[in-house]
């Protein structure tokens, strides 16, 4: 059993607590975080508020016990909290410190109960699959939830759920409804129609790269090109959620064209496939408003006509499942490991109004940035990147003349979800590098900033 961490305090009222009897099970328990500080209270510990959160990266002074065999050398872990630990309850021995926290993990082998302080799970923690590894050893669970197994199983659930039926799917270029389109293909053959509305906001030869992999892999797959419409939609639309409206609206409407196009031409379709992944079904679970992030994706808006089933398979899976997934299905890598990119695309990067040239300025711009951390070995640590076309004008100078042209903005940043974010230190000579490679080729940018600001305060895109 894992205990995960969570924002509250043990000590606030209606805070989440154990379940009864969990401790006294005989089953092999690891808290992490709050999880942890749930096993110090109810084993006679002491968990004390600390005086300012921890947040951020920490090394463990020393490191021992079952949790931590076999990790070898500095251990760098992720830190996350407002209380912490002070006493280690009897019988539990004190295997990790850091400078501020003194019980940074404990365990009590002889009753299989572990806490972490840090978080293993993140990738903020390298050596945290090790840990998890140990723990995984330690109780006996052997590890067959591997892509193959995943990928074997949700075929066989699509089999069954769908039968006989047509199945509709919207691509819109990410990996989450590519994968699903591979994973449909393989389950369903012809029985699967995915259609990937280009709207025209994408990024430098993306659209060509999704279509190529995906019908090269066996999908069905219609391509809608409808840049000019979205244009037109867009056309003197400066304000951004009237862009991500208008995105929105075209899209389903599209999208419902091409229902009626293949119900048509193919007969009834009963299902319509969604990638919606498990930490969509959380937010929408839990606060309003964390989940419409992805309103513009979810083809809600569609008439009655068309009674659909929802099928989404992914809904139990997280999204390096779903990359490693992707991989098993045989997506080419640099699908696998794209950034995220939101469903309306370059139009909320292109501040003000979004026009074909400023769309290609915003392009250009992109590719070099993103190309250069590739070449840098820096996209990987890289959570997301991109690039701002500013509607700022300034005056600079170029050979003997004068210029007045675009500011554009870097931004690259470190998360773990997007709901938070940090911005990445990049070094000096790759930001030199890339400011110099944007303003010899795109005459229209004529200054380059790079943004500093994490989030919050700040959004991870500009808008
Ligand atoms: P912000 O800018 O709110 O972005 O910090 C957080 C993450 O969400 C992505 N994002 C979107 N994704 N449709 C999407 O599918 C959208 O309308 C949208 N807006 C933002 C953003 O790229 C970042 O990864």
Not at 88 to 107: I, R
Not at 377 to 396: D, K
Request: proline residues 5%; contains cysteine.
């Amino acid at each position: 059993m894992v205990l995960s961490g969570g924002p509250s305090s043990v000590y606030d009222p209606g805070a989440p607590g154990l379940p009864d009897g969990l401790l006294e099970a005989g089953l092999p328990v690891l808290g992490i975080c709050y999880g942890m500080q749930l096993i110090a209270r109810a084993t006679g510990g002491s968990v004390a508020r600390s005086p300012v959160s921890e947040y951020g990266k920490a090394r463990l002074e020393r490191f021992e016990g079952r949790l931590f065999e076999g990790v070898e050398g500095e251990f760098v872990a992720w830190m996350s909290h407002g209380d912490h630990v002070e006493r280690a309850p009897e019988g539990f021995a004190v295997t990790a410190t850091t400078a501020s926290t003194s019980v940074a993990a404990m365990e009590d082998a002889a009753r299989g109960l572990y806490g972490l302080q840090f978080h293993p799970e993140v990738l903020h923690t390298p050596k945290g699959t090790q840990v998890l590894e140990n723990f995984l050893r330690l109780t006996g669970v052997s590890r067959d939830w591997t892509a193959a197994t995943i990928l074997a199983t949700l075929e066989e659930e699509v089999r069954a759920k769908v039968g006989d039926e047509r199945v509709l799917l919207a691509i819109s270029g990410g990996v989450d409804s590519s994968t699903l389109g591979l994973l449909l293909a393989r389950a369903l053959g012809e029985r699967l129609t995915a259609v990937f509305v280009d709207h025209g906001l994408l990024r430098q030869g993306e659209a060509h790269q999704v279509e190529r992999a995906l019908t090269g892999l066996g999908v069905n797959l219609t391509v809608v090109d409808a840049s000019e419409r979205f244009l037109a939609a867009l056309a003197d639309v400066t304000d951004p959620e009237e862009k991500r409206k208008i995105i929105g609206h075209e899209f389903v409407r599209l999208f419902e064209r091409e229902a009626r196009r293949v119900q048509a031409e193919k007969g009834r379709i009963a299902f319509l496939a969604q990638g919606t992944l498990y930490p969509d079904v959380i937010e929408s679970a839990g606060e309003a408003g964390a989940a419409n992030i992805k309103s513009h994706h979810n083809v809600g808006g569609l008439p009655e006509e068309f009674d659909f089933e929802l099928l989404e398979p992914f809904r139990h899976l997280f999204k390096d499942e779903v990359r490693a997934l992707a991989r098993e299905l045989g997506m080419p890598e640099e699908l696998v490991e794209r950034h995220p990119f939101p469903g309306p695309g370059l139009a909320i990067r292109c501040l003000g109004e979004v026009t074909p040239e400023r769309l290609a300025v915003l392009r250009r711009v992109d590719d070099i940035f993103v190309s250069a951390l590739h070449e840098f070995g820096l996209y990987q640590e890289t959570w997301q990147a991109l690039a701002v076309l500013t509607p700022l004008r300034s005056v600079g100078v170029k050979g003997d003349g004068r210029t007045y042209a675009y500011t554009v903005a870097l931004r690259a940043v470190t998360s773990v979800d997007g709901m938070t974010a940090d911005w990445v230190h990049l070094p000096h000579e790759f930001l030199a590098t890339v400011s110099t490679r944007i303003t010899n080729a795109v005459p229209e940018v004529n200054r380059v900033v790079y943004d500093i600001t994490s989030k919050p305060p700040a959004t991870i895109e500009w808008e």
